[in-house]
């Protein structure tokens, strides 16, 4: 923008320099049309441009001395084809002429209607303007009697004086073809009051800019106070208000609609600027700050600043723009939000100090330090509850019935869950510190996170402090440098409380006591079900003081107790939950499915075993656990467990077998196989006997050996 006003103001002052000598030589003549002739030789002899006067040149002498011009045209640079330049509708500008006896300058308002500018890069680099910019260079260095003459008649003046500019409807397209974008600012007007030396200007300024791609349409306006300290190399802009409305796609959810106070310094050399009192607006939301910048056009500018977002309704604000609004399982979230933070900019390094943020309860602090590509972040977290800004799944178009469930069906599993470009261009070392942490129903406390990521590698620790009165220390390391990433997983679970948090994760109640946990698995994938599938490591487990709920297997020996002794038994009264003092495990993880064969479960008077497998993929369960009694006194039901004595004696084990999806598994004990182990001793002496016995035939038909045959079974069963 500030090229395009250097532009505008050299295009100005080739009318105006055309204009005043106009003014000064024309009144000797009769007729100032017939000088057009010379003022195009010259226009031609000191830029190289064809200039163009279609109207007349009007002239009136007193008590001003004034110029008008119509259907003025300046010609294009060589290469940006035969389309002018710039185009002038009509110029005007009137001199007082008693100042002149007293050596004063004084101007009225300088006219300028219907300016257009074409302005254009061609695809090397170059622009329509570089020569005008630049100047003609003359084969013959300038007399330095006449330069010298000129500068004393400059000086000779005692005062200028401009009673203001008023630019109507003006024009300025610009074409890039180095990058293909174009733009336009159209309507654009400028008004200004009386320029005097010394004394501040007032400003008003608007025009529409707008561009194609991205498609944009945006009508601004600028009004404001300037001053000039030409001695200072300061330009002062005093209550400046900008303001914007605007639409497009190239504006994020295509409206905005804002306004900006500030009071703007500017060195005229380009190389500082200050805002001061800085207000920013767009509907509810407000921005206050200052900044101040130094060392500007160098390659290590300086900027420092305090800025401040006042509270406000985040989720009403949002309305109000017309942005889309999160579907959060809490309606009543985002809406608190507030921030300030202090500045501080040298070159390519930027640091947010003393930052503060408050999202509805909750309160952070820290610092962030941003350095070319690569951010660094420190922030501090009292409490916050993520499920409260988790998405409900409401948003979008709603499917129903039939065609729901296939969609989900077809693709469960199959979301690429892993951003890999966007993973391997960050560069990221950070740290948050949270008091409280709720997700997924979990609570967390005193939670320490910490991230680092670079060159497609990304790798995250946790450390909780207090968990379900235990602790967690975990990692997650993503790699995304090869064609697909690949994921290591590291958890450690400490003394931590399972009842209440499995109970959090799976909605149920199955176990309680004292556990640790500990896995190592690496996979590679984009999606739950690649990963699945390549899922291996290892675990262990150790659980103490606890109960597997759903199964009582003091109550289930109890029936077998009257299984074998023909007197059933009623239901027990007690919890449906085994007790145990111990139990141990541990396993490997191939190809998505967890193999056990070490599991050990201790209680007063049960010990058991188990081994099976877990599949991840199919998510079905095939797991057998071996339910052996070791004492019939004491412990969970041990009291009246006695008729047992005999699977103690032999060393029988109940099987349990857990079949079944892993969600929902179902559970069965298998009496048949604890029957055959009981009788195996008499089966093997009946068939001894059966064996030895000769195959003779009584009267009535049957054998000897028949007979004994279903009176060895009566007698077994």
């Given amino acids: ?89 009509h110029a005007s500008v009137r001199v007082k002429l ?40 003359h084969n013959s260095a300038p007399d330095k009697e006449q330069k010298q003459g000129a500068v004393d008649s400059n000086a000779s003046l005692k005062g200028v004086s401009i009673g203001g500019v008023d630019i109507t409807d003006a024009t300025i397209n610009w074409d890039d073809r180095q990058s293909g ?14 320029i005097v030396p010394g004394s501040p200007v007032g400003l008003n300024l608007g025009m529409v800019l707008q561009s194609a791609k991205p498609a944009l349409k945006a009508k601004v306006g600028l009004v404001g106070t300037i001053k000039l300290d030409q001695e200072k190399g300061l330009l002062d802009i005093g209550d400046l208000k900008f303001t914007v409305d605007a639409d497009g796609a190239a504006i994020p959810n295509g409206k905005l609609q804002a306004e900006l106070e500030t009071a703007l310094m500017f060195a005229l050399d380009g190389t500082a600027l200050s805002l001061q009192n800085l207000k920013a607006k767009s509907g509810a939301l407000s921005l206050t700050g200052n900044i101040k910048g130094t060392n500007l056009g160098t390659d290590s500018p300086v900027f420092n600043g305090q800025l401040k977002l006042a509270e406000l309704n985040l989720r009403s604000w949002m309305a109000s723009q017309g942005m889309a609004m999160p579907a959060t399982s809490d309606p009543k979230s985002l809406g608190r939000l507030a921030a300030s933070f202090n500045l501080v900019s040298k070159g390519a390094s930027t640091n947010l100090d003393k930052l503060f943020i408050q999202l509805d309860d909750t309160k952070i602090t820290g610092n962030a330090i941003m350095r070319g590509g690569a951010t660094a972040f420190k922030l501090n977290v009292d409490s916050i509850d993520l499920d409260r800004y988790m998405s409900t799944g409401k948003g979008g178009q709603v499917q129903t019935g039939k065609s729901k469930k296939n969609d989900a069906k ?60 235990g602790s967690y220390n975990g990692s997650v390391n993503i790699n995304a440098k090869g064609k697909s990433p690949s994921v290591t997983v590291s958890s450690n679970l400490s003394k931590v409380q399972l009842g209440p948090l499995i109970k959090t994760l799976a909605g149920e109640d199955r176990l309680s006591g004292q556990g640790q946990f500990r896995v190592n698995l690496s996979a590679s994938g984009n999606n739950v079900n690649a990963l699945k599938r390549s899922l291996n490591g290892k675990y262990d487990l150790k659980f103490l003081k606890g109960a597997v709920k759903g199964i009582n297997l003091a109550a289930e020996l109890r029936k077998a107790k009257g299984f074998l002794s023909g007197k059933p038994v009623a239901d027990s009264a007690g919890p449906t939950q085994t007790d145990f003092s111990q139990i141990t495990g541990s396993g490997v993880v191939t190809k998505g499915v967890l193999h056990n064969s070490d599991l050990k479960a201790l209680s007063p008077f049960l010990r058991v075993t188990g081994k099976g497998a877990a599949n991840l993929v199919s998510e079905k369960l095939d797991y057998t656990a071996q339910v052996f009694i070791v004492g019939t006194s004491k412990g969970q039901g041990g009291d009246d467990l006695g008729a047992l004595e005999e699977l103690k004696r032999k060393k029988i084990g109940v099987p349990v077998r857990f079949t079944g999806p892993l969600a929902a598994p179902k559970w069965e004990v298998q009496w048949k196989k604890v029957l055959l182990d009981m009788k195996k001793d008499e089966l093997k002496s009946a068939t001894k006997k059966l064996l030895k016995i000769e195959d003779d035939k009584d009267g009535d038909g049957g054998s000897s050996k028949d007979r004994l045959k279903r009176k060895l079974l009566k007698k077994l069963f």
Avoid: C
């Avoid at 406390?445 to 590698?457: C, H, N, Q, R, Y």
């Fill in 410 to 469: 077809q693709t469960a599993g199959t979301e690429q869950l892993f951003p890999v470009d966007t993973l391997r261009e960050l560069n990221l070392n950070g740290s948050v510190n949270i008091g409280r942490l709720t997700t997924n129903g979990l609570l967390a406390e005193k939670v320490l996170f910490t991230i680092k990521a670079k060159d497609g590698s990304l790798q995250t620790v946790q450390k909780v402090g207090k968990f379900y009165q």
């Fill in 181 to 194: 974008q174009k733009y336009a600012i159209s309507e654009f007007n400028l008004k200004s009051g009386a």
């Fill in 98 to 137: 008693k100042p002149l006896l007293k050596k004063e300058l004084e101007v009225d308002t300088i006219g300028l209607d219907g300016v257009m500018l074409n302005l254009a890069r061609n695809k090397s680099g170059a622009s329509n303007w570089d020569d005008l910019a630049h100047g003609r260079q």
């Fill in 1 to 89: 923008m500030i090229k395009v006003f250097k532009i505008l103001g050299t295009i100005i002052g080739i009318v105006l320099l055309l204009v005043i000598a106009a003014s000064v030589i024309l009144p000797l003549v009769v007729d100032p049309n017939d000088f057009k002739g010379e003022i195009v030789n010259q226009v031609k002899e000191q830029t190289g441009r064809d200039l163009k006067i279609a109207g007349d040149i009007d002239l009136s002498v007193f008590p001003w001395l004034g110029v008008k011009i119509d259907g003025v045209e300046l010609s294009n640079a060589k290469g940006f084809g035969d389309g002018p330049f710039a185009l002038v509708r």
